[in-house]
């Protein structure tokens, strides 16, 4: 079955980095898109960043553009998100998700349990 | 703020029905396909409905969706004290180049 297992959550001080690991078993990973999705304590869902079936592209929310940065190993089957420059309003459950059809038509079909980031002083 | 606007709550008794609905823009919903998502209490987002319609395996047909024009609605029959959840909806947005989820609804079966 699939599973996707988040991992690397802590509780940091603003202006540090962090990076979230994400890893991937029960079907073909080097074959799909890949999303990250954070949901803030008590709020809803915010998509963070996608990288490609073979990491040729990346796309983030505006809100993390420039300080984080997603990325996968296909030969490992995981993905990353290194998250630098971290803010309080960064603090969330962070979700990795498997994407499934073009822009268009995109859903996220899987997703892990999620790794929570607390980011505060 | 969500482009995608959502009624933050619904109710209704054991049996009946319920409507979600998800308004959007051209820019998403009107020209895109719409997705939704149900999260139990403490847990992960699941897939309910991928485009606009479609049921995955192993979702109930109680659970149905739709869209006309900018926006799309979430149809739940049978309604049953295990729907009681969080419900998005999500489409991508062509011009912030981004997905989008809705605000989020409260289903509560009373």
């Known amino acids: 079955q699939v599973q996707l297992v988040e991992s690397g959550g802590g509780v940091v001080q603003p202006g540090t980095s962090l990076r979230l690991t994400c890893a991937a078993s029960g079907f073909t990973f080097r074959n799909y898109g890949m999303h990250w999705v954070r949901q803030a304590p008590g709020k809803g869902l915010e998509w963070v960043a996608v990288i490609w079936y073979d990491g040729s592209n990346k796309y983030y929310a505006d809100s993390v553009k420039g300080r984080f940065t997603i990325s996968r190993d296909n030969s490992k089957n995981t993905l990353y998100l290194q998250m630098n420059s971290l803010r309080a309003e960064d603090t969330a459950v962070y979700y990795c998700a498997s994407g499934r059809g073009d822009a268009d038509t995109l859903y996220f079909d899987y997703w892990g349990q999620g790794t929570l980031v607390t980011v505060s002083s | 703020q969500s482009v995608l606007t959502q009624p933050p709550s619904v109710s209704a008794a054991p049996g009946q029905k319920v409507t979600i609905s998800c308004s959007g823009s051209s820019s998403n919903i009107g020209n895109n396909y719409v997705s939704w998502y149900q999260q139990l209490p403490g847990t992960a987002p699941k897939l309910l409905i991928s485009?606009?319609?479609k049921r995955p395996s192993g979702i109930p047909d109680r659970f149905s969706g739709s869209k006309s024009g900018t926006s799309a609605t979430l149809g739940i029959t049978g309604l049953q004290t295990g729907d009681e959840a969080d419900y998005y909806c999500?489409?991508?947005?062509?011009?912030?180049?981004?997905?989008?989820f809705g605000t989020g609804t409260k289903v509560t079966v009373l």
């Open positions: 485009d606009n319609y």
């Open positions: 999500g489409t991508w947005d062509s011009s912030l180049g981004a997905y989008v």
